[in-house]
């Protein structure tokens, strides 16, 4: 896969931008401010159909725009897979009412859903932010989580918007029957259609976290040079393998067996039933993936409380590392990566291996404050683009020293 032309109009800080990129990689520098980020934002959004950064998608839309008689923005890509090509175009359009924005989605021309286009353009995106991954609530490794599984498997993307559905739902049930009411029938439907859709989520997650434990812990040793393993390990809220069984007595093999599909389903349902009560009295669905966590372990310490910012860091940029490889070897194409400027908050060795990685990757988009991030032998074969004030100019011959 090969995003080959990337166009924005109106997006944030780009009034106009319409940018050929070649396959492997394109260095862009530029001062603080120019919009570096909002160009591997707009490439996210058409990844992902979501901005990694705002919730609002009013704030992507360029401020004059917005005064305008006309507002609009819009991002398209052009993909090129293997001998097809595919375009994605977002336009963002003033809502009815409430003063907001409303996406249009197309593929190809034909107007489909968000949900369509996400998968089509695989993108793996770094930001020194990402430090959070580790640092942060369960909510940003939940999230990081759904959009790495999202890309892969669209099913899964399905599932998940249906068990959001489904908890909001019961939520809303839950608290109707505090007031009265007989809880039987009306929960053991929503409680069936939790445990579908939230079954397949959690089978998904614990695989997922399986092969991105193997690969992090690889990369983490490489870049730390330590003696402690990484472990990326699975906290679901509620644990698959442990209801009924003998302390002690669960094994890899049937930790495995526990989390498959069928397992899951019955053991959630099972589950949601002993905590009926539990769950009555908060007016709340206490339980399932909604509320699932992803710890990161160096020998048996936590991270998230433990970790020192490097360390956190470091764990974070292994496990997008990781993301990559395991992303490449499921979904059957490399996705494109994107680095936001993380090489300034790097140390040599982490820069360098880093650097390695980039070379290896069929596409990727680096953006930087500083050309001397970079080994000149880097930069020779790198695609070098300058941004000022939303506008982009090829570089011919950096200034490098
Ligand atoms: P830094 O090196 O500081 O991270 P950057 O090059 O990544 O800088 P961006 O985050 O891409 O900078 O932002 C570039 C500019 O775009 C900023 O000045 C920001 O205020 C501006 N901007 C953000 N949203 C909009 C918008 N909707 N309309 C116009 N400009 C915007
Ligand atoms: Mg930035």
Sequence with gaps: MHLQRLSLTNYRNYARLELNLPPGLSIVQGENAQGKSNLLEAITVLATSRSPRSGSDTELVNWLAQESDLPFARLSAELKKGERLERVDITLLPAKGNGGFRKQVRINGAPRRALDLVGLMPVVLFRPEDVDLVSGSPSVRRRYLDIALCQMDPPYCRALNEYNKTVEQRNALLRNLQNGGNAGEQLRFWDDKLAETGSLIIAQRYRLIKDLDAEASLRHLDLSGGYERLKLRYEPSFDPAQPGRNSGGVTRANRDESFAVAAVRATFLAYLLANRRRDLAAGMTLSGPHRDDLGFY?????????????????????SKMAEVV????????????????????????????????????????????????????????????????????????????
């Excluded at 160096?298 to 292994?318: C, D, P």
């Design 298 to 318: 160096l020998g048996e310490h936590n991270l998230r409380s433990f970790g020192s910012r490097g360390q956190q860091r470091t764990a974070a940029l292994a």
């Design 326 to 401: 395991v992303m490449t070897a499921t979904a059957g194409v490399a996705p494109l990566l994107l680095l936001d400027d993380v090489m300034s908050e790097l140390d040599a060795k982490r820069r360098a291996m880093l650097q390695d990685a980039l070379t290896t990757a069929p596409q990727a988009i680096v953006t930087t404050t500083d050309w001397h991030h970079f080994s000149p032998e880097l930069l020779a074969t790198a695609q070098r683009l300058h941004v000022h004030q939303g506008r982009m100019d090829e570089v011919i011959e950096p200034e490098v020293g």
